[in-house]
């Protein structure tokens, strides 16, 4: 709510809009200067964990109801994305595990869920909040590095969990002393297998957050226009739409960069180098 | 950007969602789908194995229909053939029993012939020797002569 039209109160719209809704786990209160690693962003949980549940809600719903003759519409639907989830998978992972194509449809839907968040109206679900008490409200779990990370740093230990298992501790270790120079430059190695594998991380998750929380800062900054006049207002419309048009895009793609990604590291992971 | 517990509490619900995805969402959806790619493999072997049927049943019944037609048409021809003879035999059954039938009358003739000859020639001896008695009357005893009479009678 831009309701000012000096430079302060547009650089407070955009701080008001980038501000968690923050819970400090150490006094169990509501406190948006809370810092520390003992503090929760309730808005980012919640409406992770909200998509999340629509996903599976929705998901199981189907399976629970699937036949094998003509499907349904939301059927179909499913079909379609878990089919192309699994062309996916069995494109990119060698061999077969049970675990890989769950986790590739879990990440691609519920990261797709919470990238459309973005395409929500910036000012609507902040301005109900309000309304119920609340005076922050971020809306975009991607949007959140706390969020990202928590999914990229559990490929990480998928990763590892799937290397342990396809060549054991001792195939492991062997490969991460000898390759990619030799058992001479062990130590090189070494350094070098750690600094990739916390690459993959690392990489993952700024991705997705960057992607997202640009996205988001130029929806914040068009809705910015909305309140400089009729000129401007029209413009930001149209801005809004295009940026709006474009980000569908934007959403997608990163989902699927993320699932792809996640299924290409698990896939070397599995594999003897 | 501040890293803190959030982070755990999205790890926990991540590895939550994706066993609940793997235990309870993926399988019956895969199974079904991979059951209806079956039975559509099924229903399209199906039916190229009855197309191939149906190709055997009717080339089968097109040979079966030459045949047939091949069979019918050496019947008819037998029967005409056995017709012909019959025709033939009763022909020539016909000829022999007119041929036989003529040549009885043709005897039966000749035979009246015969009688009426003798008949006639009996007669006329008869009539001759009337005659001749008329005229040899007085001079010709008819117990004298009974022997030359009766000759003359035979000779006649």
Known sequence: ????????????????????????????????????????????????????????????????????????????????????????????????????????????????????????????????????????????????????????????????????????????????????????????????????????????????????????????????????????????????????????????LQAFVFMVLTIVYLGLAAEHH | MTINATLIGQMIAFAIFVWFTMKYVWPPIASAMAERQQKIADGLAAAEKGARALQDASSQAEAELVKAREEAREIVASANRQATALVEEAREQAKVEAQRIREAAEGEVDQQVMQARTALQKHVGRLVVEASAKILRKEVNADVHNDLLKQVEAQV
Not at chain 1, 1 to 9: P, T
Not at chain 1, 26 to 41: E, I, K, N, Q
Not at chain 1, 238 to 243: F, G, K, N, P
Request: charged letters at 10%.
């Open chain 1, 1 to 252: 709510m831009a309701s000012g039209k000096s430079e302060g109160s547009a650089t407070d719209y955009v701080v008001h809009h980038l501000t968690n809704l923050k819970l400090d786990l150490t006094t169990m209160t509501l406190d948006p200067y809370a810092t520390g690693f003992w503090v929760v962003h309730i808005d980012s949980i919640v409406f992770s964990l909200l998509l999340g549940g629509l996903f599976l809600w929705f998901f199981r719903k189907v399976a629970k109801s699937v036949t094998t003759g003509v499907p349904s519409g939301a059927q179909n639907l499913v079909e379609m994305v878990v089919d192309f989830v699994d062309t996916q998978v069995k494109e990119t992972f060698p061999g077969h595990h049970p675990l890989i194509a769950p986790l590739a449809l879990t990440i691609f839907v519920w990261v797709f869920l919470m990238n459309c968040m973005d395409l929500v109206p910036v000012d609507l679900l902040p301005t109900l909040a309000t309304g119920v008490g609340l005076d922050y409200l971020k809306v975009v779990p991607s949007t959140d590095v706390n969020i990202t990370f928590g999914l990229s740093l559990s490929v990480l230990a998928l990763i590892f969990y799937m290397n342990i298992h396809m060549k054991g501790w001792g195939g492991l270790g062997k490969e991460a002393l000898t390759q990619p120079f030799g058992a001479k430059l062990a130590p090189f190695n070494l350094l070098l297998r750690i600094v990739e594998e916390l690459a993959k991380p690392i990489s993952l998750s700024l991705r997705l957050f960057g992607n997202l929380f640009a996205g988001e800062l130029i929806f914040i900054l068009i809705a910015l226009l909305f309140t400089q006049g009729a000129v401007l207002f029209v413009t930001g419309l149209a801005l809004h739409w295009l940026w709006a048009v474009f980000h569908i895009l934007v959403v997608t």
